[in-house]
């Protein structure tokens, strides 16, 4: 007989513990009645005078704060941190959630009667014909595992109880007008994912993938002209564009009620229950971008990590998302093709010597996704393979932004400043006359062709010595002045002597705490910016002052700063990001091979800085110059050569310029 659980709690796919939904609606109504009976109970009565083991209390969890029924495992003793005493704690398993928690007798209550009445609800579990392919599981699968737990509401299947164990599988149903991964159990998830074993000899799980897929487009015939946007650009030889009619915007239209309808479905909660077990290449889903909206996309990779890479297909820009992020995308949503046409420049070629398109030209084709509407021409229809090897349309089009008297070709702009090279007379003139309007008028400038492409900056700075201490991304630079030092081994010996909080309660009024930091070995200073629960137990998200990184710690390892002297010392790092850079593509974030490529090259060493500006959110907008020596021959010393980082990471195509910065 199938039913609707929960998972409340794991350990492990062989150690987890189950809710049925209908027993969690019965134990809800009984919850609030003892929650407001332990806390309107006066101070001293309710207390427990002699723990006994087996016994039932009414507990207050120290991750959570809240009153939950438990049940008394054993007793244990632990040294205390602030006297040599030991201190008597109690093992106590939640008998409606399944988890464990050590805490004093000062937090159990007696437990009324009328609330013994309905048993614990969590039922101790097992995946059914199921092991680790090795000795044991994996810190990655019992993860997956844990992924999959978190989903919501599963259909469960009991296939047989042993020693108060429930050996089950639990998945839910085929939807008929989603698309489909193939998988319908968290069981066979699993094993297809190698993370386990079917034990008793079945052969491993055969996914079908669903091959639903987005309309097809009809072929845009040659010489023929539309308006359209750019959406995304990476190259000339790469563009993504809105096409449309000036006389028909139906597709428009259609293309809008779809979104409309698109947030609907996947903000409301039936898309709980559209995640993917599992995904592979060339499945089409529902995915969310930075602006918090769901969108059609296609996955064109997958990573062991439960990374995949999805482009969107009615834009054409890529994202990297967990595979938890995406949802089944609905039938309904398929019917209109995808609104990315794939298109390159006609007539033309890379102008340097490697026939690679530089940085310019790259960007000059990136700018065009802020212009809302251009003329576009289709002078030729070829193929390519794209990233799921399938043969796709590309079109080879002229491009024309409209001015009161000339349409600029931006075609002929590149082969105008020297950045491609012409193949035929369409990209040979940058301004086309309109005959209508010329009126022998004066050529205007063509695109852009008023920006300064001077690389110096004329002022200067005042120039300090830093140091990099930690790249969150390149927006997120944290430099540490070797003028300035805080006393960390001063410091760490003063908080070593200090004792850790005793309950989360007490952070609550801590802007500044002191974490241990088990790389270095010292405890560092940091500022406290939220407090969560994760697999029942608290942990403190806390940013270093000194390092500028954040992390992730256990809140009851923290230990609160009263040291006035400590507290008003400013932090050693500040927050930073390069002048006169931005990141390539239309997603506006840092690629991390932009992030990664700088944090090894340059964290860890020393560099001039320029302080230019202070941003709105508290960052500083810098220079950062390397010092190089060069060599100018046996006869002449070696001299100092500054160079621009900015610079370094547009000259290696990691970094698009996006105004005129400094160099030397």
Same mark, same amino acid.
């Given at each position: 007989?199938?039913?609707?659980?929960?998972?409340?709690?794991?350990?492990?796919?062989?150690?987890?513990?189950?809710?049925?939904?209908?027993?969690?609606?019965?134990?809800?109504?009984?919850?609030?009645?003892?929650?407001?009976?332990?806390?309107?109970?006066?101070?001293?009565?309710?207390?427990?005078?002699?723990?006994?083991?087996?016994?039932?209390?009414?507990?207050?969890?120290?991750?959570?704060?809240?009153?939950?029924?438990?049940?008394?495992?054993?007793?244990?003793?632990?040294?205390?941190?602030?006297?040599?005493?030991?201190?008597?704690?109690?093992?106590?398993?939640?008998?409606?959630?399944?988890?464990?928690?050590?805490?004093?007798?000062?937090?159990?209550?007696?437990?009324?009667?009328?609330?013994?009445?309905?048993?614990?609800?969590?039922?101790?579990?097992?995946?059914?014909?199921?092991?680790?392919?090795?000795?044991?599981?994996?810190?990655?699968?019992?993860?997956?595992?844990?992924?999959?737990?978190?989903?919501?509401?599963?259909?469960?299947?009991?296939?047989?109880?042993?020693?108060?164990?429930?050996?089950?599988?639990?998945?839910?149903?085929?939807?008929?007008?989603?698309?489909?991964?193939?998988?319908?159990?968290?069981?066979?998830?699993?094993?297809?994912?190698?993370?386990?074993?079917?034990?008793?000899?079945?052969?491993?799980?055969?996914?079908?993938?669903?091959?639903?897929?987005?309309?097809?487009?009809?072929?845009?015939?040659?010489?023929?002209?539309?308006?359209?946007?750019?959406?995304?650009?990476?190259?000339?030889?790469?563009?993504?564009?809105?096409?449309?009619?000036?006389?028909?915007?139906?597709?428009?239209?259609?293309?809008?009620?779809?979104?409309?309808?698109?947030?609907?479905?996947?903000?409301?909660?039936?898309?709980?229950?559209?995640?993917?077990?599992?995904?592979?290449?060339?499945?089409?889903?529902?995915?969310?971008?930075?602006?918090?909206?769901?969108?059609?996309?296609?996955?064109?990779?997958?990573?062991?990590?439960?990374?995949?890479?999805?482009?969107?297909?009615?834009?054409?820009?890529?994202?990297?998302?967990?595979?938890?992020?995406?949802?089944?995308?609905?039938?309904?949503?398929?019917?209109?093709?995808?609104?990315?046409?794939?298109?390159?420049?006609?007539?033309?070629?890379?102008?340097?010597?490697?026939?690679?398109?530089?940085?310019?030209?790259?960007?000059?084709?990136?700018?065009?996704?802020?212009?809302?509407?251009?003329?576009?021409?289709?002078?030729?229809?070829?193929?390519?393979?794209?990233?799921?090897?399938?043969?796709?349309?590309?079109?080879?089009?002229?491009?024309?932004?409209?001015?009161?008297?000339?349409?600029?070709?931006?075609?002929?702009?590149?082969?105008?400043?020297?950045?491609?090279?012409?193949?035929?007379?369409?990209?040979?003139?940058?301004?086309?006359?309109?005959?209508?309007?010329?009126?022998?008028?004066?050529?205007?400038?063509?695109?852009?062709?008023?920006?300064? &492409?001077?690389?110096? /900056?004329?002022?200067? #700075?005042?120039?300090?010595?830093?140091?990099? !201490?930690? =790249?969150? @991304? $390149? *927006?997120?630079?944290?430099?540490?002045?070797?003028?300035?030092?805080?006393?960390?081994?001063?410091?760490?010996?003063?908080?070593?002597?200090?004792?850790?909080?005793?309950?989360?309660?007490?952070?609550?009024?801590?802007?500044?705490?002191?974490?241990?930091?088990?790389?270095?070995?010292?405890? &560092?200073?940091?500022? /406290?910016?939220?407090? #969560?629960?994760?697999?029942?137990?608290?942990? !403190?998200? =806390?940013? @270093? $002052? *000194?390092?500028?990184?954040?992390?992730?710690?256990?809140?009851?390892?923290?230990?609160?700063?009263?040291?006035?002297?400590?507290?008003?010392?400013?932090?050693?790092?500040?927050?930073?990001?390069?002048?006169?850079?931005?990141?390539?593509?239309?997603?506006?974030?840092?690629?991390?091979?932009?992030?990664?490529?700088?944090?090894?090259?340059?964290?860890?060493?020393?560099?001039?800085?320029?302080?230019?500006?202070?941003? $709105?959110?508290?960052?500083?907008?810098?220079?950062?110059?390397?010092?190089?020596?060069?060599?100018?021959?046996?006869?002449?010393?070696?001299?100092?050569?500054?160079?621009?980082?900015?610079?370094?990471?547009?000259?290696?195509?990691?970094?698009?310029?996006?105004?005129?910065?400094?160099?030397?």
């Amino acid at each position: 007989m199938s039913r609707k659980i929960i998972i409340c709690h794991v350990n492990s796919p062989l150690d987890f513990y189950i809710q049925k939904v209908v027993e969690r609606e019965e134990y809800r109504k009984i919850e609030d009645k003892f929650i407001s009976y332990a806390e309107q109970l006066p101070p001293d009565q309710g207390l427990v005078d002699t723990v006994q083991t087996g016994q039932r209390y009414l507990v207050r969890s120290v991750q959570y704060e809240s009153w939950y029924r438990g049940e008394i495992l054993d007793e244990i003793e632990s040294s205390s941190t602030i006297s040599e005493e030991n201190i008597t704690k109690h093992r106590v398993f939640y008998i409606d959630f399944g988890n464990i928690e050590e805490l004093t007798k000062d937090r159990l209550r007696v437990l009324p009667e009328e609330f013994t009445q309905l048993r614990g609800i969590a039922i101790h579990s097992a995946l059914e014909d199921f092991a680790p392919r090795s000795s044991g599981f994996s810190s990655e699968a019992i993860e997956t595992f844990r992924e999959y737990s978190d989903i919501g509401v599963y259909t469960m299947q009991v296939f047989r109880v042993k020693d108060d164990i429930h050996y089950i599988d639990f998945g839910r149903p085929s939807l008929t007008d989603f698309v489909d991964d193939g998988i319908l159990s968290v069981r066979d998830a699993m094993v297809w994912l190698k993370h386990g074993m079917f034990m008793y000899g079945k052969p491993d799980t055969t996914v079908n993938f669903s091959n639903m897929k987005y309309q097809t487009r009809e072929e845009f015939p040659v010489d023929t002209k539309y308006l359209c946007r750019v959406t995304y650009a990476e190259s000339p030889d790469e563009l993504y564009l809105h096409l449309w009619n000036a006389d028909d915007k139906s597709n428009i239209i259609d293309f809008e009620e779809m979104n409309q309808q698109m947030q609907l479905l996947y903000n409301s909660d039936t898309a709980k229950d559209l995640n993917f077990f599992t995904i592979e290449k060339g499945i089409i889903c529902a995915a969310p971008y930075l602006d918090k909206q769901w969108y059609r996309a296609i996955v064109l990779e997958t990573y062991p990590d439960r990374k995949i890479l999805i482009r969107y297909v009615d834009y054409g820009n890529k994202l990297v998302l967990r595979l938890s992020q995406v949802r089944k995308m609905a039938r309904k949503f398929t019917a209109l093709p995808a609104q990315a046409v794939r298109c390159k420049l006609f007539e033309i070629t890379p102008s340097n010597p490697s026939r690679k398109w530089t940085n310019e030209a790259k960007k000059l084709v990136v700018d065009l996704e802020d212009k809302p509407q251009l003329l576009c021409e289709i002078r030729k229809v070829g193929s390519i393979r794209n990233e799921l090897y399938e043969t796709t349309f590309i079109y080879h089009i002229t491009l024309l932004e409209e001015s009161s008297d000339y349409d600029i070709s931006v075609t002929g702009h590149l082969v105008e400043e020297g950045l491609a090279t012409s193949t035929g007379p369409s990209s040979r003139i940058a301004n086309h006359k309109r005959p209508d309007k010329a009126n022998g008028k004066p050529l205007p400038k063509s695109l852009k062709l008023q920006e300064d &492409r001077d690389p110096t /900056l004329i002022k200067h #700075y005042d120039r300090t010595k830093v140091r990099i !201490a930690h =790249v969150e @991304d $390149l *927006d997120h630079i944290f430099l540490k002045s070797l003028s300035h030092d805080f006393p960390h081994k001063k410091f760490s010996a003063y908080m070593a002597d200090l004792p850790k909080i005793k309950d989360v309660k007490s952070l609550e009024k801590v802007d500044k705490v002191a974490y241990y930091d088990k790389v270095s070995e010292v405890w &560092r200073r940091a500022s /406290l910016k939220t407090i #969560y629960c994760k697999r029942g137990l608290a942990y !403190a998200e =806390v940013h @270093d $002052l *000194d390092i500028g990184s954040t992390s992730d710690v256990p809140a009851l390892e923290l230990k609160p700063i009263l040291d006035k002297t400590y507290l008003k010392q400013r932090p050693d790092v500040s927050c930073a990001k390069l002048a006169g850079i931005k990141p390539p593509g239309i997603t506006g974030k840092w690629p991390e091979t932009s992030n990664l490529f700088f944090s090894s090259e340059f964290c860890g060493k020393d560099f001039l800085c320029e302080k230019i500006e202070k941003s $709105l959110e508290s960052t500083w907008v810098v220079n950062l110059f390397r010092e190089d020596l060069e060599d100018d021959g046996p006869l002449s010393p070696p001299k100092v050569v500054l160079r621009n980082l900015a610079r370094l990471l547009v000259e290696e195509g990691l970094a698009l310029p996006k105004e005129r910065y400094n160099d030397i």
